[in-house]
């Protein structure tokens, strides 16, 4: 496998339901990003790692709880979420997140709540 | 405020027919600017990163340049697998991007 990974690639799922979301980078980088993209919007940043610790939070509500265990992967847990959350969600990786270094980016979770 | 705002939002081309995709931004002290390609159902995909006024990346009928104020992507006689979501995105700070909408690029053979 090569570049960055993420599963399942769509899920569907009820409000009430708690899933998550897997990402696994295989380009040896210590930072690593969730973001959401919405149809016509802009990708929003919502989460930071770097070298496992969380570096950015970006006033994303707590039905949204990430982790990070190592630096290759990173997790999205997901619980008691509103339809407003349905959207692309995508995984990020850049080799220590200095401000000059490009991101990849996974192929996405396609996320839609009932 | 920082701003990304990309032009037009929508574009269709015949094959062959060049064209630019425009990206202003207002960011102070750019540190990066970045272009990337999105197919649909897929992430994007990392294409150039410009540093300074003055400089310019290519890769097959692709051509980013950068101004102080803005970049542009053109696209030299396109074919039909050129059709994608085009997305330029400038760095805040360490770790933050901020992106634009993007413009949506359709090749007609």
């Known amino acids: 496998e090569t570049g960055v990974t993420q599963t399942p690639r769509h899920l569907v799922m009820g409000m009430t339901n708690k899933k998550s979301l897997k990402c696994e980078q295989h380009l040896g980088h210590n930072a690593m990003y969730w973001y959401k993209q919405s149809a016509k919007k802009p990708l929003e940043l919502m989460f930071v790692?770097?070298?496992?610790?969380?570096?950015e939070n970006n006033s994303v509500p707590s039905r949204f709880s990430p982790e990070c265990p190592n630096s290759s992967h990173l997790f999205l847990h997901l619980h008691t979420l509103q339809p407003e959350d349905s959207a692309l969600y995508l995984c990020?990786?850049?080799?220590?997140?200095?401000?000059?270094?490009?991101?990849?980016f996974g192929d996405g979770t396609r996320l839609s709540i009932l | 405020e920082d701003q990304v705002t990309q032009s037009p939002e929508a574009l269709r081309l015949q094959e062959g027919e060049s064209s630019s995709l425009n990206c202003s931004y207002t960011v102070s002290g750019l540190r990066g600017l970045f272009w990337y390609r999105q197919d649909p159902g897929k992430g994007p995909e990392f294409l150039f990163t410009?540093?300074?006024a003055g400089e310019e990346k290519e890769k097959e009928r692709l051509k980013a340049t950068l101004t102080k104020k803005e970049s542009f992507l053109h696209i030299t006689a396109p074919k039909p697998e050129d059709s994608a979501t085009y997305l330029c995105?400038?760095?805040?700070?360490?770790?933050?991007?901020?992106f634009g909408a993007g413009t949506t690029v359709t090749v007609r053979a």
């Open positions: 995105a400038v760095s805040l700070n360490d770790y933050k991007l901020s």
């Open positions: 790692y770097s070298l496992e610790e969380r570096v």
């Open positions: 990020a990786s850049s080799q220590d997140g200095a401000g000059d270094q490009p991101q990849h």
């Open positions: 410009l540093y300074s």
